[in-house]
């Protein structure tokens, strides 16, 4: 079956680092977008960064731009978020998921397409990641 597993969460102080792997299994990455989400308490879930596989437009929420970087292996089973200069804001779970999608619409407008209820075609479990002192 069709599989997104997250993990690299933990507790990290204020400033710090996390790489986050999302590793797929059961379907071919090629002609989905794939990215990351985050949910904090009380908070809506957000489009944190998404990588179109077959094109490599990107989309990075202006919250986390020059702080985090997505990337995926040669093998295109894995996704990664790279993470620095973490903030306490940055605490949630963050999510994996993967979207069919094409040169249009944008990498953007799939994103948040994901992001949608439902919208999502295939979804991991959350890892969590807390930034505190």
């Known amino acids: 079956q069709v599989q997104l597993v997250e993990s690299g969460g933990g507790l990290v102080p204020p400033g710090g680092s996390l790489r986050l792997s999302c590793v797929t299994s059961?379907?071919?990455?090629?002609?989905?977008?794939i990215g990351w989400f985050r949910q904090a308490p009380g908070k809506e879930r957000e489009a944190v960064s998404c990588?179109?596989?077959?094109?490599?437009?990107?989309f990075v929420a202006d919250s986390v731009k020059d702080r985090f970087t997505i990337s995926r292996d040669v093998a295109k089973t894995t996704v990664f978020l790279d993470m620095s200069n973490l903030k306490p804001e940055d605490t949630a779970v963050y999510y994996c998921?993967?979207?069919?999608?094409?040169?249009?619409?944008?990498?953007?407008?799939?994103?948040?397409?994901?992001?949608?209820?439902?919208?999502?075609?295939?979804w991991g479990r959350g890892t969590q990641v807390t930034v505190s002192s």
């Open positions: 990588l179109d596989i077959t094109g490599g437009d990107t």
């Open positions: 059961g379907f071919t990455l090629d002609n989905y977008a």
């Open positions: 998921a993967a979207k069919l999608h094409s040169i249009s619409p944008s990498i953007w407008a799939t994103c948040h397409a994901t992001n949608r209820p439902g919208g999502g075609d295939y």
